[in-house]
């Protein structure tokens, strides 16, 4: 089992697993791709108890579990035990004249010891992902997974000593007390997943060590469909692409949507038909849609409904069970720019329409607010695609589609300001918890006398060439016929 709680000796902890990354053992690429190999062998034995889990804590769906959490561990442990012996391979680089002879390398080292705070929403991928990049990149590891999903975060505290090396990976259990302790410890690197809010807290207690972190935060990810686009293919993509993430509650669910006034209408028509044709009539009777995790969020998405400026907005759905924490499918028309809706981070399956008299427009008002950590373009014209990349700033940006860019390992997934700093997934994990070390190795023989004092004018002379690159000049130098 993981630490308990009520016992917790988080000093303790931190002590025992630096005596372990001092030992060298992480180091070792044998032990790090045991670890690998186990986190793998984890999630492929016990996928039925994992899936359990997720149905416990948010009403997961088998095939939303496996696709949005069981499918990309599985992913990202293949390809790190793939591509391992790459990445922490010394990468050579070119030298200088002013450095002949030399040779030159960047060494990829562990950073130590690393936190990982997980989030309560997709609480088995959130957990393990950072994790994974931090055993390949050779670090020691705690996991702190969300309390706000106690099935998910209990199981990982029961297989995690099964699988792995507990002398070097743990699982704190708990809540913010625990997680309170454990930020008052040095740790080498930081990762955590969840709101700004807490985003900071971590980051004060991080700058008392000047410790590194990365921070997955969220934000609201804008929808922009202009006239040109395939209206019918993009209301499936934007279905998916929000209430196909665990109901909305994913940092890169579409948040609201900017349409052209043209085709707004006809957008609300395709959308309120594929809501039907992938959730049924009645959507409360479709098991693939997630439930809110808690009724403390359906509390909060329900004010958000009932607010004096949103509530006359609803154009579909709207319905709500709160013993079931079900909330239907909703879309809402024109909602005011400064009503909760549009000033919060909605994280639930409320879609606001917003129609705007052309890109421009939509430009000005994404880039008014906070960047967020996605943003998704519907269009069919080359000069708007040209115009959005250039003119917004997002920490992705996904083109006539929703969400799918998290599925690309080549791809950097992190946010900029208020939506995150830094990125993981696939190299960039382990990048996220390695130091690049600059190495720069030389002989005892090249001795260029022109580096050491006295100084003359023709030292002064080559080194300017030297610094300079200009290989004729010093040539010329040499034989002193340079003025």
């Given amino acids: 089992m993981g630490d308990n709680p009520e016992s917790l000796d988080a000093a303790r902890i931190v002590r025992e697993l630096r005596n372990t990354f001092r030992s060298g053992l992480t180091r070792s690429l044998a032990w790090r791709m045991m670890q690998l190999r186990s986190i793998l062998k984890l999630t492929q034995e016990r996928e039925g108890d994992i899936k359990e889990a997720l149905a416990k804590d948010g009403g997961k769906s088998s095939f939303e579990a496996y696709t949005g959490e069981i499918g990309v561990i599985i992913s990202s442990c293949r390809l790190a035990l793939k591509e391992l012996k790459k990445w922490t391979a010394p990468q050579k680089v070119s030298t200088t004249l002013t450095t002949f002879p030399?040779?030159?390398?960047?060494?990829?080292?562990?950073?130590g010891v690393a936190l990982v705070i997980s989030a309560w929403n997709y609480p088995f991928s959130l957990s393990l992902d950072p994790v994974i990049g931090a055993i390949a990149a050779g670090n020691a590891v705690v996991l702190k997974p969300s309390e706000l999903a106690p099935a998910t975060s209990s199981l990982l505290a029961e297989l995690v000593p099964l699988y792995l090396d507990t002398s070097a990976i743990r699982v704190v259990e708990g809540g913010a007390p625990e997680t309170t302790a454990l930020l008052e410890q040095k740790w080498d690197k930081i990762f955590y997943t969840g709101n700004p809010r807490i985003a900071r807290i971590v980051m004060t207690a991080a700058a008392k060590h000047l410790t590194p972190v990365t921070l997955e935060l969220g934000g609201k990810c804008p929808v922009i469909i202009d006239s040109t686009a395939d209206l019918k293919v993009a209301a499936k993509r934007i279905v998916s692409g929000k209430w196909g993430m665990h109901s909305g509650q994913a940092c890169i669910a579409a948040d609201y949507i900017l349409a052209e006034n043209s085709i707004a209408s006809s957008l609300i028509d395709n959308l309120r038909a594929t809501i039907q044709e992938f959730y049924g009539k009645d959507p409360s009777k479709s098991s693939d849609l997630s439930r809110i995790v808690n009724t403390r969020h359906f509390s909060r998405l329900t004010e958000l409904l009932d607010d004096i400026k949103t509530s006359d907005k609803i154009v579909h759905g709207g319905e709500r069970d709160e013993k079931r924490l079900y909330i239907a499918p909703t879309i809402l028309r024109d909602v005011s720019i400064d009503s909760p809706i549009m000033t919060e981070e909605i994280f639930g399956p409320l879609l606001p329409v917003l129609t705007v008299d052309s890109i421009d427009e939509a430009l000005e008002l994404v880039n008014s607010r906070p960047k967020p950590l996605a943003l998704y373009l519907f269009t069919n014209k080359k000069d708007v695609k040209e115009k959005v990349i250039a003119e917004t700033s997002s920490g992705g940006m996904l083109i006539n589609d929703c969400v799918l860019h998290f599925a690309n390992s080549s791809l950097p997934f992190g946010g900029v300001g208020e939506s995150g700093m830094g990125a993981y997934?696939?190299?960039?994990?382990?990048?996220?918890?390695?130091?690049?070390?600059?190495?720069?190795?030389?002989?005892?023989?090249?001795?260029?006398a022109a580096r050491y004092p006295p100084y003359t004018a023709s030292k002064e002379k080559l080194i300017k060439c030297l610094l300079e690159g200009d290989f004729l000049g010093l040539v010329l130098c040499m034989l002193g016929l340079k003025s």
């Fill in 102 to 111: 030399s040779s030159g390398a960047i060494i990829s080292e562990p950073l």
């Fill in 425 to 448: 997934h696939g190299k960039f994990s382990f990048d996220a918890f390695t130091h690049k070390k600059a190495l720069l190795s030389r002989s005892f023989g090249g001795e260029n």
